[in-house]
T-cell receptor, first 112, second 113 residues
């Protein structure tokens, strides 16, 4: 039973396309996150939802739009993909304040 | 906002030696400091964490120390093994930040047999 699962694991697409990444957690956590890991391995937060409510929205281009249909799911839709969007995107979840994250296995996005 | 600096960026040790990775943070109100291990092509995994009311925590071969006055915390790995080779990330939780973790840039640890 995978605690935090993401699909797809790999995504190769052309510039200008629109794509979505899906994330589901079966841990019963109330908070979910999207992090971007660039080629230098730096992990940067993009968004966070708590019980379907957007609570963190970092300086991310409007082309990125998260959606949380329920507290167990957090999806990321990206419009008009650019070369610089190539990265590994990690979903994560946590429960409560001051709690560690459980990360998903990541989605490696390559824009060509 | 919070800023976390991590040193060194790479660390190479012989099997059996100890390894120490250090992080400093900027927000004195930060109160939770986890450490993650990321093996090649895998997800980051929580290996140990410490809260601001504790100065040291140990779990078998790994330990974390926190100096709130100096705003730095360190990861100590003793008796290193080749399977400890990975990228290690420190993080700090920003006070009032909805459990938002700010990560350091990572340390690539290589343990040579």
């Amino acid at each position: 039973d995978t605690a935090v699962s993401q699909t797809p694991k790999y995504l190769v697409t052309q510039m200008g396309n629109d794509k979505s990444i899906k994330c589901e957690q079966n841990l019963g956590h109330d908070t979910m996150y999207w992090y971007k890991q660039d080629s230098k391995k730096f992990l940067k937060i993009m968004f966070s939802y708590n019980n379907k409510e957007l609570i963190i929205n970092e300086t991310v281009p409007n082309r990125f739009s998260p959606k949380s249909p329920d507290k167990a799911h957090l999806n990321l839709h990206i419009n008009s993909l650019e070369l610089g969007d190539s990265a590994v995107y990690f979903c994560a979840s946590s429960q409560g304040e001051g709690a560690g994250y459980t990360f998903g296995s990541g989605t490696r996005l390559t824009v060509v | 906002g919070e800023n976390v600096e991590q040193h060194p960026s790479t660390l190479s040790v012989q099997e059996g030696d100890s390894a120490v990775i250090k992080c400093t943070y900027s927000d004195s109100a930060s109160n939770y400091f986890p450490w993650y291990k990321q093996e090649l092509g895998k997800r980051p995994q929580l290996i140990i964490d410490i809260r601001s009311n504790v100065g040291e925590k140990k779990d078998q071969r790994i330990a974390v120390t926190l100096n709130k006055t100096a705003k730095h915390f360190s990861l100590h790995i003793t008796e290193t093994q080749p399977e400890d080779s990975a990228v290690y990330f420190c993080a700090a939780r920003q006070e009032g930040g909805y459990n938002k973790l700010i990560f350091g840039a990572g340390t690539r640890l290589a343990v040579h047999p």
